[in-house]
């Protein structure tokens, strides 16, 4: 099984509308998480970490439920440049743990 | 630029040969990590040092492989008698180890073909 799970999508969505995704994620002594995003054929970028109080930043919410061992992302009002790959991590002894991502495109 | 660099960005060898990659983290990061992304897959962790001492090796990094951080600053990543199966993007990353947050942030990535 691996240490995270992803549903890969693909997800596709007009302008304006609000997606949501989510992972899980089996070392429940996990300590910290987070979204990354990452473009084609570039590096991830830190997206936002994720909080068991749940937080946002603008469009983005971010959720987790230690007890289901269970992390979501919401993206409202959805824009053509949040189409990526979302990459839900897992931060375990320092050594990052990514899922295989799921992939958004949002048309005009 | 002051972000995460790695050189080369694109490496295409021959099967068998040895390809070294150098990484040079944000100058006041104190750790510093390798990842190996395939096609489809989210990146998976190789190594790690804190300074110049490797502290974690995973079992993806075979006998063939060889990561240094002489003085703490710069990494490189060595892959001997290199295999199609390595042909894959190197990621670094760099964090500072703080009371509150560790965030890896990563280079641009080096990608080898073998042929």
């Known amino acids: 099984r691996k240490e995270v799970e992803q549903d890969p999508g693909p997800f596709n969505v007009p302008e304006g509308a609000t997606v949501a995704f989510n992972c899980t994620y089996s070392n429940s002594a996990s300590q910290s998480f987070f979204w990354y995003r990452q473009d084609c054929r570039k590096e991830p970028k830190l997206l936002m970490s994720?909080?068991?109080s749940g937080n946002e930043d603008g469009r983005f919410t971010a959720q987790l439920n230690r007890a289901s061992q269970y992390i979501s992302l919401l993206i409202r009002d959805s824009k053509l440049s949040d189409s990526a790959t979302y990459l839900c991590?897992?931060?375990?002894?320092?050594?990052?743990?990514f899922g295989a991502g799921t992939t958004v495109t949002v048309r005009a | 630029d002051t972000g995460v660099s790695q050189n080369p960005r694109h490496k295409i060898t021959k099967r068998g040969q040895n390809v070294t990659f150098r990484c040079d983290p944000i100058?006041?990061?104190?750790?510093l990590y390798w990842y190996r992304q395939t096609l489809g897959q989210g990146p998976e962790f190789l190594t790690y040092?804190?300074?110049?001492?490797?502290?974690?090796k995973s079992r993806l990094l075979s006998d063939r492989f060889s990561a240094e951080r002489p003085k703490g600053s710069f990494s490189t990543l060595e892959i001997q008698r290199t295999e199609q199966g390595d042909s894959a993007m190197y990621l670094c990353a760099s964090s500072l180890v703080a009371a509150s947050t560790d965030t890896q942030y990563f280079g641009p990535g080096t990608r080898l073909t073998v042929l």
């Open positions: 994720v909080y068991s």
């Open positions: 040092f804190q300074n110049e001492a490797q502290l974690e």
């Open positions: 100058s006041e990061h104190n750790r």
């Open positions: 991590v897992v931060n375990n002894d320092y050594k990052l743990s």
